[in-house]
């Protein structure tokens, strides 16, 4: 199986260069240059509109409870204010379960929930804003496990397990626990709404164009043809910028729509890490039966996720964190129960990973456990249950000759060296510990059949444009299809020019989310090329326009016949494709302080076909140090249901002094159906960190089950025995 090796400075020195330069390992992709970008691309916080004003929120100051009264006079000092009287269509933030308000109207479900907006063209005059609002305070709730309300429930059941345990010689039970994170782009959420031709227009540092629009079509009754949403230069998302978007565009528009004038809305740090969405935290329970010689006989699995005050998309967060629940790892009789509740917390939302890395840290560090309590080597446990090709998963979905466990387990093993390394740390203040992951790339069973995304190309004088709603947020998307496209066609790089995403411009391809915008989107733009290059025949690109005129290709999404999946019954084909990883962390701990620090980390990672090596690394070496910080550093401290270090200089993240140096190594083992046989890459990443890092302070003898593991939790861990 091929192999690009990366280590972490090579990889930074590259990304450097990527402004100027494609260093890229296809044919085509060598070529000097940048994709070309069609349209005004610039950040929201850099652009200006004749007349424009600037927009605030007025948010909750209890967790729960009724609004009584809202009492001001800023109507008459040149405010414009909007609550939910003023909202033309339906007062709803449209997603899912379409159960949370724009603007709250009676009721509080959380602390920082929107009831006024406010607009001005002196931003200063927001600052302090005289609004006297009156609650009358109800009991929150705060423990997902006492929760009243379900969310969602799911159940996935492969065999008997009463079979599975009776055939076992023993059982190994463990509880885990996971935190919120906070995505912590470097771009704040910002939006502009500019009114015009009878509706609104909204520029904004976002993910997903066309989530946004279907959000604001409902909030302002307004056609589909008088709504656009334009997506800025965007610093960066990591899911934050998924679904909250539809959120802070709505009360632009809003404000746009009621003054008459363009609105701009910046969130500052603090309100951004207030009031929006974050990784769910959650409990996973496992209970393992197990034979002496290590084979897993049956998997009874409880996963317990915290979703906050609403909806938003929980159902999906849950439903990709159970699909991963079991690990990579066969086992004939499998239980999975998961449900996501109710809290009186901000909601919580689409973060990196999408579920998938809670419960792989307890899969892993579970697996951790019963290779000691086997008196067993980590690895030969793992060599023993990791799948191959031909096993089924959970679900049934049987697994092709693209599947990898075993090569990034035995790749990474031996990049390491990890038996003779862990031998040797052994009674030291050092520890290694490994972990083996897998990803799903794209929407969940049907989800991409629903989505029905579109891509569209155009024949150019030069060569091609396209023409897409996958955004660029740091991670190449450009790039990427413009190689695609390029080599497709056979045509130099920097022929290809990419559409900004405007809606009033580009077909829905879906959103920028689940790892599906190479796999997915690069697949139907592969088949757009191919039907460009067979219409041109032997003729150029201006031949062809001269003679026949403009050329766009429009292509759908097609699901592969053997795809089969139920939501019915959670059975069949959960992903078109898997990654696979396994990474290997070397931690130091300070005796006296207990502070633990990753001093070198390995991550193995089979991607299906690397498009841009480089910028693949890249993907996995942000991922791994985001990951880093969710196992030691990010802890979201909650008070009375609201953040109470919603600050940089007390919510800590890894900086370049935390992050140890990261050896990426790709493996490439062709995906049929991808584009090149590429699958996903950016959110896999993000899933093997954390457990590896906790597996090696286990090797240090301390029983860590939570994280993020803090000094001050592990000073209070057990030692194990």
């Known amino acids: 199986m091929p192999a690009v090796t990366v280590s972490s400075r090579a990889a930074t020195a590259a990304r450097r260069r990527r402004g100027r330069r494609a260093a890229v390992g296809r044919a085509v992709a060598r070529k000097e240059g940048v994709a070309k970008v069609t349209g005004a691309a610039r950040y929201v916080d850099d652009l200006s509109f004749p007349g424009m004003l600037h927009g605030a929120t007025v948010r909750s100051t209890i967790s729960r409870g009724e609004i009584l009264s809202i009492r001001h006079e800023l109507g008459r000092d040149g405010f414009t204010v909007v609550d939910f009287r003023d909202i033309p269509g339906r007062n709803v933030v449209a997603l899912i379960e379409d159960d949370q308000p724009c603007l709250a109207e009676h009721e509080v479900r959380h602390a920082a929930e929107p009831i006024l907006l406010l607009a001005h063209e002196d931003k200063e005059r927001l600052a302090s804003p005289k609004i006297e609002i009156e609650y009358r305070a109800a009991e929150p709730v705060y423990d997902p496990a006492a929760s009243p309300k379900i969310f969602k429930e799911i159940l996935i059941e492969k065999g008997r397990l009463e079979r599975g345990f009776r055939e076992a010689d023993l059982v190994v039970e463990g509880e885990y626990r996971v935190g919120l994170q906070e995505q912590l782009y470097i771009e704040t959420n910002g939006v502009i709404a500019v009114p015009e031709n009878g509706g609104v227009t909204v520029y904004g540092s976002l993910q997903c164009p066309y989530y946004v629009h279907k959000a604001l079509r409902v ?67 496992h209970s393992t039966g197990v034979t002496k010689d290590g084979r897993l006989t049956a998997m009874d699995i409880d996963v317990l996720f915290d979703g906050g005050a609403y909806v938003t998309l929980s159902p999906v967060v849950l439903s990709r964190g159970v699909l991963h629940a079991t690990g990579p790892y066969r086992c004939p009789d499998v239980r999975i129960r998961g449900r996501v509740t109710m809290t009186n917390t901000p ?164 959103p920028t989310v689940a790892s599906r915008t190479c796999m997915v989107v690069g697949r139907i733009l592969e088949s757009c090329a191919r039907e ?68 070198r980390l390995t991550a193995v990672q089979e991607i299906g076909k690397a498009i841009h090596p480089v910028l693949a690394a890249g993907q996995i070496e942000g991922g791994t140090a985001q990951a880093i910080g969710y196992a030691l550093l990010e802890e979201v401290v909650m008070r009375d249901g609201r953040m109470a270090n919603a600050q940089l200089t007390n919510y800590a993240v890894p900086t370049t002094l935390d992050t140890p140096e990261i050896q990426t190594v790709i493996l490439e083992n062709p995906y049929k ?23 090696a302070i286990r090797h240090l003898g301390l029983d860590v089950r939570e994280i993020p593991a803090t000094p001050e939790r592990l000073m209070a861990t057990e030692k194990i025995s």
């Open 219 to 285: 909030l302002l009754a307004l056609p589909p043809e008088r709504v656009r949403v334009v997506q800025t230069e965007t610093g960066g998302g990591f899911g934050g910028k998924e679904e909250y978007p539809s959120m802070i565009a709505g009360h632009a528009a809003l404000l746009a729509l009621k003054s008459g004038r363009p609105v701009k809305m910046v969130y500052d740090r603090v309100e951004d890490m207030l009031a929006t969405t974050k990784r769910h935290p959650g409990v996973i329970r």
């Open 347 to 510: 909601p919580n939302g689409a973060f990196r990973g999408f579920g998938a890395p809670q419960t792989q840290f307890a899969a892993e560090v579970h697996m951790e456990r019963i290779a000691e309590a086997l008196g067993m080597d980590p690895v030969r446990l793992r060599k023993v249950n990791a799948f191959r090709p031909g096993d089924t998963t959970a679900t049934g979905q049987r697994l092709g000759n693209d599947c990898s466990a075993l090569a990034v387990l035995r790749e990474a093993v031996k990049r390491t060296d990890f038996q003779r390394r862990r031998r040797e740390l052994a009674g030291s203040n050092r520890g290694i510990g490994l972990a083996l992951f897998f990803h799903g790339s794209g929407f969940t069973g049907g989800g991409e059949v629903k989505l029905a995304s579109k891509a569209s190309l155009e024949l150019t004088e030069r060569g091609a444009r396209i023409r897409v709603a996958s955004t660029e947020i740091g991670q190449g998307t450009r790039t990427m299809h413009a190689q695609i496209v390029a080599d497709t066609l056979g045509i130099p790089y920097d022929r290809v020019e990419v559409s900004e995403a405007d809606t009033a411009q580009v077909p829905d391809s879906g």
């Open 532 to 599: 460009m290059k067979r219409r041109l025949g032997r003729m150029t690109p201006r031949e062809y326009l001269k003679r026949h005129g403009p050329l766009l290709i429009t292509k759908e999404y097609e699901k592969p016949a053997e795809f089969q999946w139920s939501d019915e019954t959670y059975r069949g084909d959960a992903y078109g494709a898997y990654g696979w990883g396994c990474d290997v962390a070397e931690v130091e701990r300070d005796p006296f302080t207990f502070a633990v620090r990753p001093v």
């Open 673 to 695: 159906h991808g584009p090149f046989g590429a699958k996903g890459v950016g959110e896999m990443p993000i899933d093997g960190p954390a457990p590896a890092v906790v597996n």
